[in-house]
């Protein structure tokens, strides 16, 4: 059976071998070993590029979703890019500050913010708070009562649209945990309008993850106008409008949004309003920018049904079985012709949920081949873990023919760093 390959620039074939820009992968992880996840820095450099060139001439301000991937290296890439962040931790925070990120283009979002971490963004002088709550709210001024500074503040909205994606990446429903009713923000604008502590700046919003329609944008940004005018009748200045992140990336089917169409959207429902419009895309930013590469370790067959047993597991991405996701497999080396075969390719990990395929047509590999794990580049090693005492990955960032180690692989030490016996 002829099968077409998934080509990603920054990663492609050389005489059957995949290759990282100018370097033999097989370089690499004959030093550093596997489980690795690799990045193409110019191909994140591209997609950056390629954002930001979308909303050329609006007033803009483009704030990277750490979550989607906090290496230090990631983000010192797109801080020298001019890129601002958007954060949902004092972790976050903190890698931020480290990687050269400018405070004063930082937005702090989430819905359980502590005391500790508020004060934290508070002192560094960071450009927004994305408040969830009334009781958010009154901590935050709190805070900025004891450090005697003034909190600059959004509301986040709920807009009660539904993001036509995975239920555990929706956000912009009433059910779900995050923003404050649509309804409720003249009022709570009420209830601070005299607190000196605080200064409101604008609203915000984020309606899921991996969207790849543009009708739930549209929803929510018609109600999200609708607001920023209603509250303008009432005399309340409006002066930044986030509309958070959520576009999707093709890991198998999906048709990605083009970037210039959701740009006219955003122009058509918010150029009215001179306010300068904040987003917080975090996938789309990384998408094809990086890999995992894993070893066979094992074949097994149980009942003719052929499993590849690889070093990398649910640990070092969860994606497969935490959403059901779907990510492009290829064998480092195709150089030669092979049959081809329905594999499930599993993780080491004591877990049924442990896979990163399943019933994906492979080629014939033997023990110690190496295989790619496509589009890991968001949400990869963010969402690692050490489940099952295992050491997460180690990082690399390829320019050309260059290549760094930028977070080198855990040790059994760092395993029990933080940890004590019982005297
Ligand atoms: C508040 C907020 N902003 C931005 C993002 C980034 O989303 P994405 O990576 O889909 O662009 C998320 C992710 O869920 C989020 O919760």
């Given at each position: 059976?002829?099968?077409?390959?998934?080509?990603?620039?920054?990663?492609?074939?050389?005489?059957?071998?995949?290759?990282?820009?100018?370097?033999?992968?097989?370089?690499i992880?004959?030093?550093i070993?596997?489980?690795?996840?690799?990045?193409?820095?110019?191909v994140?450099?591209?997609n950056?590029?390629r954002?930001?060139?979308?909303?050329?001439?609006?007033?803009a301000?483009i704030c990277?979703a750490?979550?989607?991937?906090?290496?230090?290296?990631?983000?010192?890439?797109l801080a020298q890019?001019?890129?601002?962040f958007?954060?949902?931790?004092?972790g976050?925070?903190e890698?931020?500050?480290?990687?050269?990120?400018c405070?004063?283009?930082?937005?702090?979002?989430?819905?359980?913010k502590?005391?500790?971490e508020l004060?934290?963004?508070l002192?560094?002088g960071?450009f927004?708070f994305?408040?969830?709550?009334k009781?958010?709210?009154e901590?935050i001024?709190?805070?900025?009562?004891?450090?005697?500074c003034?909190?600059?503040?959004?509301?986040?909205?709920?807009?009660?649209v539904e993001a036509?994606?995975h239920?555990y990446?929706?956000t912009?429903?009433?059910q779900?945990?995050?923003?404050?009713?649509?309804?409720?923000?003249?009022?709570?604008l009420e209830?601070f309008?005299g607190?000196?502590?605080?200064?409101?700046?604008g609203?915000?919003?984020?309606?899921?993850s991996?969207i790849?329609?543009?009708?739930?944008?549209?929803?929510?940004?018609?109600r999200?106008?609708q607001?920023?005018?209603d509250?303008?009748?009432?005399g309340v200045?409006?002066k930044t409008i986030?509309?958070?992140?959520g576009?999707?990336?093709r890991?198998?089917r999906?048709k990605?949004?083009?970037?210039?169409?959701?740009?006219?959207?955003?122009?058509?429902?918010?150029?009215?309003f001179?306010?300068?419009?904040l987003?917080?895309p975090?996938r789309?930013?990384?998408?094809?920018a990086?890999?995992l590469?894993?070893?066979?370790?094992?074949?097994k067959?149980?009942r003719?049904?052929?499993f590849y047993?690889?070093?990398a597991?649910?640990?070092?991405?969860?994606?497969?079985?935490?959403?059901?996701?779907w990510?492009?497999?290829?064998p480092?080396?195709?150089?030669?012709?092979?049959?081809?075969r329905?594999?499930?390719?599993?993780g080491?990990?004591?877990e049924t949920?442990d896979?990163?395929a399943?019933n994906?047509?492979?080629?014939?590999?033997?023990?110690?081949?190496?295989?790619?794990?496509l589009q890991?580049?968001?949400?990869?090693y963010?969402?690692?873990s050490?489940?099952?005492a295992?050491?997460r990955a180690?990082?690399?960032?390829?320019?050309?023919?260059?290549?760094?180690?930028i977070?080198?692989?855990?040790?059994?030490?760092?395993?029990?760093?933080?940890?004590?016996?019982?005297p």
């Amino acid at each position: 059976m002829k099968r077409k390959e998934i080509k990603v620039k920054g990663f492609a074939r050389r005489d059957g071998l995949l290759w990282g820009e100018d370097v033999d992968l097989r370089t690499i992880t004959g030093k550093i070993g596997t489980p690795c996840f690799i990045y193409s820095r110019p191909v994140l450099l591209a997609n950056v590029h390629r954002f930001q060139e979308a909303f050329t001439g609006m007033n803009a301000l483009i704030c990277f979703a750490v979550k989607a991937n906090r290496s230090l290296a990631i983000l010192q890439t797109l801080a020298q890019q001019g890129l601002g962040f958007d954060l949902v931790s004092g972790g976050e925070l903190e890698a931020v500050l480290r990687a050269g990120g400018c405070p004063q283009r930082l937005i702090y979002s989430g819905v359980g913010k502590t005391r500790d971490e508020l004060y934290r963004a508070l002192s560094r002088g960071i450009f927004q708070f994305n408040v969830e709550s009334k009781e958010e709210l009154e901590g935050i001024r709190q805070c900025a009562k004891e450090l005697g500074c003034c909190a600059p503040v959004a509301l986040r909205v709920n807009p009660d649209v539904e993001a036509a994606t995975h239920p555990y990446i929706g956000t912009g429903s009433a059910q779900h945990k995050f923003g404050i009713d649509l309804a409720e923000i003249p009022s709570l604008l009420e209830t601070f309008r005299g607190w000196k502590e605080i200064r409101f700046q604008g609203l915000a919003c984020h309606i899921g993850s991996q969207i790849c329609s543009l009708r739930p944008f549209h929803r929510a940004f018609s109600r999200m106008a609708q607001l920023v005018r209603d509250l303008r009748t009432a005399g309340v200045r409006v002066k930044t409008i986030d509309l958070g992140g959520g576009l999707g990336v093709r890991y198998h089917r999906e048709k990605p949004l083009c970037l210039k169409k959701y740009a006219e959207l955003i122009r058509k429902y918010f150029a009215p309003f001179d306010a300068m419009i904040l987003m917080e895309p975090g996938r789309r930013l990384m998408e094809d920018a990086g890999i995992l590469v894993t070893r066979l370790l094992y074949r097994k067959e149980t009942r003719g049904k052929q499993f590849y047993i690889v070093d990398a597991g649910m640990n070092d991405l969860i994606r497969p079985t935490l959403y059901q996701a779907w990510h492009p497999i290829l064998p480092i080396n195709l150089s030669a012709k092979r049959k081809v075969r329905k594999t499930d390719v599993v993780g080491p990990l004591c877990e049924t949920g442990d896979f990163l395929a399943k019933n994906r047509l492979l080629p014939e590999m033997e023990p110690g081949e190496e295989l790619a794990i496509l589009q890991a580049a968001a949400y990869g090693y963010a969402q690692s873990s050490n489940y099952n005492a295992r050491c997460r990955a180690a990082e690399i960032m390829i320019t050309g023919k260059t290549w760094v180690e930028i977070r080198r692989r855990e040790t059994l030490d760092d395993l029990f760093r933080t940890e004590v016996l019982l005297p």
